[in-house]
Every structure is written in C-alpha cells, then in structure tokens.
C-alpha cells in the first residue's frame, strides 16, 4: 500500500511525455513552413478578381463673373474591378483620383458625359486591365448664369412673453440688420430679407442680448454673415392720466359742448411717462348732419381720432358729450 503514490506520479509522467512540444530548432523550421504557406496563399487571393470603389473628385475652372445656377457634385464614385494585385497597387499609388475641368470658354452650358468620366478616370488608373463597372452618376449637366450680389434686411424670428406689467421698450435691435447674398440671379430675385432662427422668449422682464444663427442659405448661394446680434430691451409699465380738450367737427359758431374735457388714461412704458403729453391725444364730436334746435340738448358720441402708437390699454369717461345751440 506505501507504493500508491509512486505509482500514481509515474503515470502522470508518462502522459506528460506523451505531448512532445517543438524544440528551439523545430520552432524555426515551422515558422518558416507556415510563413511560405501564407505567401502561396496571398499569391491565390491576390491572384483572384475584385471589386473596390474608388473617390473621384471634381474641379471646376468657371468664366469671370459666372457661377453654377446649381453645384455640380463635389466627387463621384466609381466602382472598378482588377485582380488583387492590381487593386492593391492601386490604393497605394492613390487611394483618391481627381479630374480637372476648365470652363472658362464655356457660356452656359456644358454636360459632362458618363463615358467621358469612364475614359477619364480609366486614364488616371495604375492598370490598364483594371475596369469601371459602375458610376454613381449619368450624365452631369452644368448650367452657368450670371454671379449676381443682393442686400436684404435680417428678419428676426421670434415669440415673446413678459411678465405682467413689462413690456418691450423698443423694437428688437438687430446687429447687423442686413446682410449680402452673392449667387446666381435666379436663386436671389425673388429673395426679399433673410430669416434667423426662431428665438423663443419667456417671462421676460429685463433686457437680454443674444446672438442668433441666421438661416443656412441654399447651395451655391453664400452669404456675408452666419450670426447676428439682437439686443432685446424689456421695460416696466406705468400708467397716466391727462385731461383731453374736446374737438367739434363741423359745428355753428354758436354751439357749445359738455364736459369741454375729457379724461384719458393709457399704459406707458417708463421710458415715454415723461415724453407723453395731452397734445399727442385728440378726441372728437363730429356733429356732421346733427339737428340743432335752440334751446334743446342732443347727445354727440365721442372718438379717440389721434394717439401715439407706444400708448395702450386707452380709457377715456365720458363716452359722449352734451350739445346745445345757444341764442
């Protein structure tokens, strides 16, 4: 019984012996053998037919004074086909081909055709057993009309709400307040001013600067400025009270009214309380067609016939004055 352990060490030792790993000198000679193995099989894959896309890009030289009523494409791509070999020199000659076209003799109209771009990129290939199966683009039809600049005022687009007795002092102050459109004539006639973004506002009871994004402009159209500066100037209201003489539209010498004055309440912002004054209101009888017996009163309706325009919220008692002729 004492034997049982050497006996079983012996047998894990003999499993052991049976796994032989490579000596230092087999090592090498299999690296080798797997290193030749991995060139014939590069050999065979390379050796076989592939496909690959390839980027194009597009250069234009335009006429003085023209440009693209609509931009052309900036590249296309182009699918091409060669063996392995063939594709892999390709991308490491240039991953990339560029075609250059001057247009400068050109007046209107110049149309590049699929076969021209497959002749042409073919020419700039590394291979000429390589071939183009496939382009993204037909026929590329470039049209040219006269570069034309235009000004148009900014339009601010914008939803605001103030706090219960604020309001706004001023109309928004846009910096700058128009910009310059340059592009072609038919893309900018029919353009009238140029929009920012929406700003939305709320509770507002202080002034705010903020810089707005214009509107991106369509392509092949450029604009002087992306960003625009709005000063939002917020004020406290207020109200006053005047005393409004009544006018008499088409009266007698001899006809008198009652009250003589009227009065008049509004809302002002802070800024105007002490430029706003009586004169700027007009309030008015017209008695136009009005019978005016002697002796008798008539009752005249009264109208609010002239006010200045940062005045709201108008109240004036009484709606309607007494009318007498007198003897």
């Known amino acids: 019984m004492p034997s049982m352990p050497e006996e079983k060490t012996s047998q894990k030792r003999k499993r052991r012996s049976l ?33 690959s896309e390839k980027t194009v890009e597009l250069y234009f030289s335009l006429p003085e004074g023209k440009v693209f009523s609509a931009l052309p494409p900036k590249d296309i791509t182009a699918t091409i086909e060669g063996t392995g070999w063939e594709l892999l020199f390709d991308f490491l000659r240039s991953s990339q081909v560029s075609l250059s076209y001057d247009l400068r003799g050109v007046k209107d109209r110049f149309v590049l055709s699929r076969g ?38 900014v ?22 307040d128009s910009v310059t459109l340059t592009g072609p004539e038919s893309q900018l006639a029919g353009v ?7 700003v939305v506002l709320e509770q507002l009871k202080k002034t705010v600067d903020q810089t707005v994004d214009l509107r991106p402009p369509p392509k092949g159209v450029y ?63 017209d008695l136009r067609g009005a019978a005016l017996p002697k002796d008798q009163r008539n009752t ?22 007494e009318f007498f002729l007198i003897r």
């Open 19 to 51: 796994i032989e790993f490579p000596t230092g000198e087999d090592r090498k000679i299999l690296g080798i053998c797997m290193g030749i193995a991995l060139v014939f099989w590069l050999l065979v894959k390379l050796s076989g037919t592939y496909r």
């Open 192 to 198: 009238g001013e140029w929009p920012t973004d929406s």
């Open 155 to 176: 339009g601010f687009r914008h939803r605001f709400s103030f706090v219960p007795g604020y309001q706004l002092q001023r109309d928004p102050e846009i910096s700058p």
């Open 223 to 285: 604009i002087s400025a992306d960003k625009v500066k709005v000063k939002i100037s917020v004020e406290q209201l207020s109200e006053k009270t005047f005393w409004v003489p009544v006018t008499v539209l088409h009266d007698a010498d001899s006809v008198r009214v009652f009250p003589k004055n009227i009065q008049i309440t509004c809302t002002l912002g802070l800024s105007r309380y002490d430029s706003t004054i009586a004169e700027d209101f007009e309030i008015t009888a």
């Open 300 to 321: 005249a309706l009264l109208q609010l016939t002239r006010r200045p325009d940062h005045a709201d919220n108008i109240r004036f008692s009484p709606k309607s004055v």
């Open 116 to 153: 021209q771009l497959r002749s042409e990129i073919l020419s700039r290939l590394g291979s000429g057993s390589m071939s183009i199966v496939e382009l993204n683009y037909d026929d590329i039809v470039l049209l040219l009309e006269e570069k034309s600049s235009k000004r148009v005022p």
